[in-house]
């Protein structure tokens, strides 16, 4: 950029003014920072505040090109703070200092000093972010012509982009079109209804914006959003489109019953699975397999391999309610009839309790909460089924003409790949550790992401769900969808850094061809050419800065964010000498870097709760803990930072990191790291790791009071004498 001009704005608000000596403040950006413009406002987010502002930034002005607001959390105020061309960065006076430490301490006043320090220092080295301009298609391709990615379809088409839907049947519908009824999803619900599905196959076919392509599978998807060339089979004819995101609809099948020979399944063709009860309802009339008669008896095994660890560890969410819906068919067909639904739990949330409510009061419905043994063959061409564990506390056994078995259902990305995509990291989706095949990628709080970035899962592909629920969450994937192409097309990241318009801007001259970068990116942003040398495909990248982290050489930047900068933000901090190492007040200093998605939001939520914090770490926000590089350690201990605490995402079985596995690369360099300091006689525990989530900001001032007292029993760093 042109030359900097640099001005400082201090804020007074909120109580930084009655926490704060401003006149030494405004001395040490002055004096250390080399920042002559500095100016104060009672409240900086004012109308007034911000006019200030926008007065000096004028070319006929201050001309500032540079802003430095020392003021409250950049998590808030990001509007009132956003100045076009102009470089801004925010130092957190209000959050980390006036609300979480004592006003007036020396040691308060002397961690805002840092923080400015700090500040100056990133401003300096920090670019304006230039979008990466590319062309870009906006077409949405839909996988799945069941009522998800029928959904999904018209959901896209009918917010103005193309559409085209995938299906490798040889009709549209899925298992939606083979029920004979739906269970009801209005009000009263109490009725049975007709499905979904067929209107919106007609609405689908009909629909301008649409292309339909049944009988046809994807034999190879290459490229990037926005530029995504899919190579589509049909009838044996192959055919490239270019198409920009992509909806993944593909379904589920039902579990193999074949696996259930305890339940009866291959013992009697009267025993069936729900597909298959469906399938009889839809021929007009409920009738044995065996013998063409009406059944007077059917029982309805729930979790028929469902919340099972040998089979389906999961509840296949359907389940209940199709049984339900399936006894009233019985009644319907035979108001004689009786149907038994033996049940560990049942399940209808939401509006549904109401439907359950009317399948219990029909007399000939017969609901018993029970562990189902075995079924086996009984005199007179019936069936035995025996039970534990039911309501009755002891075992019961009774005949039946029919046994239904509730299957549940298995994600259709554990046949294939379906997308087979030439990622270097393979042609599929990555699946998260034990979530059984279904398309997610452990991101909690955003719902239809995939590791694998504009290919969002929606619909029981995703998890299992019902025709209402699948329906809502197709719309939410074509938004996702929509929102994918339009940031392609503005060259900035999908979420969650949904608004960066930074990029990894490798200095390849450098580069030793390790394969880290490759290896640990997350969503499969870099591929490798022939010779092994890695490079990058932007569109696909969410802006982690994993591989600026991964990368030994220190050869990735981003314009506002690198190795360099981090570790020029360390160097800034003023370091006392300790003279007395057993003065629990002596002004050990520590550095404390936290993940901007979990860790700092927790850091916000203790200050605005009032919580004390220990004066003496000092925080710097990263992208993800997966950006953490090994060379920022050396520059604090080397700059005499006492040590060094990491405040990574949950992990575990909680894994919660926005950016897929952050946490766990953190860990991974940090194991490596013991050793090197141990030999330079600098302990291990003077840099550890703590995983925390956004909810637990309760626990920091424990957290980091522990890690504090714990590096004080050490000593403070040898290094501070050089």
């Given at each position: 950029?042109?030359?900097?001009?640099?001005?400082?704005?201090?804020?007074?608000?909120?109580?930084?003014?009655?926490?704060?000596?401003?006149?030494?403040?405004?001395?040490?950006?002055?004096?250390?920072?080399?920042?002559?413009?500095?100016?104060?406002?009672?409240?900086?987010?004012?109308?007034?505040?911000?006019?200030?502002?926008?007065?000096?930034?004028?070319?006929?002005?201050?001309?500032?090109?540079?802003?430095?607001?020392?003021?409250?959390?950049?998590?808030?105020?990001?509007?009132?703070?956003?100045?076009?061309?102009?470089?801004?960065?925010?130092?957190?006076?209000?959050?980390?200092?006036?609300?979480?430490?004592?006003?007036?301490?020396?040691?308060?006043?002397?961690?805002?000093?840092?923080?400015?320090?700090?500040?100056?220092?990133?401003?300096?080295?920090?670019?304006?972010?230039?979008?990466?301009?590319?062309?870009?298609?906006?077409?949405?391709?839909?996988?799945?012509?069941?009522?998800?990615?029928?959904?999904?379809?018209?959901?896209?088409?009918?917010?103005?982009?193309?559409?085209?839907?995938?299906?490798?049947?040889?009709?549209?519908?899925?298992?939606?079109?083979?029920?004979?009824?739906?269970?009801?999803?209005?009000?009263?619900?109490?009725?049975?209804?007709?499905?979904?599905?067929?209107?919106?196959?007609?609405?689908?076919?009909?629909?301008?914006?649409?292309?339909?392509?049944?009988?046809?599978?994807?034999?190879?998807?290459?490229?990037?959003?926005?530029?995504?060339?899919?190579?589509?089979?049909?009838?044996?004819?192959?055919?490239?489109?270019?198409?920009?995101?992509?909806?993944l609809a593909t379904g589920w099948r039902p579990y193999d019953a074949t696996k259930l020979s305890h339940l009866g399944y291959g013992l009697s063709p009267d025993v069936v699975t729900n597909i298959e009860f469906e399938e009889l309802a839809k021929k007009g009339k409920i009738v044995r397999p065996s013998d063409g008669k009406p059944p007077e008896t059917v029982a309805f095994i729930q979790c028929?391999g469902s919340r099972d660890p040998e089979h389906l560890p999961y509840c296949s969410d359907f389940c209940c309610l199709t049984s339900l819906k399936q006894a009233l068919y019985v009644r319907q067909s035979n108001p004689d009839a009786a149907a038994m639904i033996l049940y560990k739990d049942i399940r209808t949330p939401g509006q549904t309790e109401l439907f359950y409510k009317e399948a219990q009061s029909d007399p000939g419905v017969m609901l018993t909460k029970a562990e189902v043994t075995g079924v086996e063959l009984a005199p007179g061409a019936k069936l035995k089924v025996s039970a534990k564990d039911t309501l009755l506390g002891e075992n019961v056994a009774f005949e039946a003409d029919?046994?239904?078995?509730?299957?549940?259902?298995?994600?259709?990305?554990?046949?294939?790949?379906?997308?087979?995509?030439?990622?270097?990291?393979?042609?599929?989706?990555?699946?998260?550790?034990?979530?059984?095949?279904?398309?997610?990628?452990?991101?909690?709080?955003?719902?239809?992401?995939?590791?694998?970035?504009?290919?969002?899962?929606?619909?029981?592909?995703?998890?299992?769900?019902?025709?209402?629920?699948?329906?809502?969450?197709?719309?939410?994937?074509?938004?996702?969808?929509?929102?994918?192409?339009?940031?392609?097309?503005?060259?900035?990241?999908?979420?969650?850094?949904?608004?960066?318009?930074?990029?990894?801007?490798?200095?390849?001259?450098?580069?030793?061809?390790?394969?880290?970068?490759?290896?640990?990116?997350?969503?499969?942003?870099?591929?490798?050419?022939?010779?092994?040398?890695?490079?990058?495909?932007?569109?696909?990248?969410?802006?982690?800065?994993?591989?600026?982290?991964?990368?030994?050489?220190?050869?990735?930047?981003?314009?506002?964010?690198?190795?360099?900068?981090?570790?020029?933000?360390?160097?800034?901090?003023?370091?006392?000498?300790?003279?007395?190492?057993?003065?629990?007040?002596?002004?050990?200093?520590?550095?404390?870097?936290?993940?901007?998605?979990?860790?700092?939001?927790?850091?916000?939520?203790?200050?605005?709760?009032?919580?004390?914090?220990?004066?003496?770490?000092?925080?710097?926000?990263?992208?993800?803990?997966?950006?953490?590089?090994?060379?920022?350690?050396?520059?604090?201990?080397?700059?005499?930072?006492?040590?060094?605490?990491?405040?990574?995402?949950?992990?575990?079985?909680?894994?919660?990191?926005?950016?897929?596995?952050?946490?766990?690369?953190?860990?991974?360099?940090?194991?490596?790291?013991?050793?090197?300091?141990?030999?330079?006689?600098?302990?291990?525990?003077?840099?550890?790791?703590?995983?925390?989530?956004?909810?637990?900001?309760?626990?920091?001032?424990?957290?980091?009071?522990?890690?504090?007292?714990?590096?004080?029993?050490?000593?403070?760093?040898?290094?501070?004498?050089?």
């Open positions: 950029m042109e030359e900097r001009k640099v001005g400082a704005y201090l804020c007074k608000g909120c109580g930084i003014g009655e926490a704060l000596n401003f006149e030494e403040l405004a001395k040490v950006i002055k004096k250390d920072a080399k920042i002559p413009h500095i100016k104060e406002h009672d409240i900086m987010c004012s109308p007034e505040g911000i006019a200030m502002i926008q007065e000096d930034i004028k070319p006929e002005g201050e001309g500032i090109n540079c802003v430095l607001i020392a003021a409250c959390s950049h998590r808030v105020k990001y509007e009132e703070f956003d100045f076009p061309n102009v470089v801004v960065e925010r130092v957190n006076l209000r959050e980390l200092v006036a609300w979480t430490q004592e006003p007036g301490h020396p040691e308060t006043q002397a961690l805002a000093e840092d923080y400015c320090r700090m500040g100056a220092a990133r401003i300096k080295k920090a670019d304006l972010p230039e979008p990466y301009e590319t062309e870009c298609d906006k077409t949405i391709m839909v996988i799945g012509g069941g009522i998800t990615g029928l959904t999904a379809a018209l959901e896209a088409a009918n917010n103005g982009y193309q559409v085209l839907l995938v299906e490798k049947e040889a009709e549209l519908g899925g298992y939606g079109a083979k029920v004979y009824k739906s269970t009801p999803s209005s009000y009263p619900y109490t009725t049975l209804q007709d499905s979904p599905v067929h209107a919106k196959i007609a609405e689908v076919q009909a629909h301008p914006m649409i292309r339909v392509m049944t009988n046809s599978t994807i034999v190879q998807s290459e490229g990037q959003p926005g530029l995504l060339d899919v190579t589509i089979n049909t009838n044996g004819t192959e055919e490239t489109v270019r198409i920009g995101s992509v909806v028929a029919m046994v239904v078995l509730a299957t549940g259902l298995v994600p259709t990305t554990m046949d294939d790949p379906i997308l087979n995509l030439t990622y270097r990291q393979g042609p599929g989706l990555p699946e998260t550790e034990n979530y059984f095949g279904f398309a997610d990628s452990n991101f909690i709080c955003f719902p239809y992401e995939t590791r694998r970035t504009a290919i969002y899962a929606a619909g029981a592909v995703r998890q299992p769900m019902t025709m209402p629920m699948a329906m809502e969450d197709a719309r939410g994937a074509a938004m996702k969808a929509i929102q994918a192409v339009e940031h392609v097309a503005a060259g900035m990241a999908v979420h969650p850094r949904a608004w960066d318009e930074t990029f990894p801007d490798p200095f390849m001259q450098r580069c030793t061809q390790c394969k880290r970068c490759t290896e640990e990116c997350p969503f499969g942003a870099i591929d490798e050419d022939e010779k092994g040398t890695p490079y990058f495909k932007i569109n696909r990248c969410r802006r982690c800065a994993t591989c600026m982290g991964a990368c030994p050489e220190r050869i990735i930047s981003f314009k506002d964010y690198s190795v360099d900068i981090i570790g020029s933000m360390l160097k800034s901090l003023d370091v006392p000498e300790i003279e007395d190492e057993d003065d629990p007040e002596a002004p050990f200093r520590f550095i404390g870097l936290v993940c901007e998605n979990d860790a700092y939001p927790a850091l916000d939520a203790a200050a605005w709760h009032k919580l004390r914090l220990n004066p003496f770490i000092r925080f710097i926000p990263l992208r993800c803990m997966g950006s953490f590089n090994l060379v920022w350690v050396s520059d604090a201990l080397s700059r005499g930072i006492d040590g060094m605490i990491l405040l990574a995402c949950k992990s575990g079985d909680d894994y919660q990191c926005h950016f897929a596995k952050g946490s766990e690369l953190a860990e991974y360099r940090l194991s490596k790291l013991s050793e090197t300091l141990d030999k330079l006689g600098l302990e291990a525990d003077r840099v550890q790791l703590v995983t925390l989530a956004i909810s637990e900001f309760d626990r920091l001032p424990q957290i980091l009071n522990d890690y504090v007292a714990r590096v004080r029993e050490i000593g403070p760093n040898p290094f501070k004498e050089f």
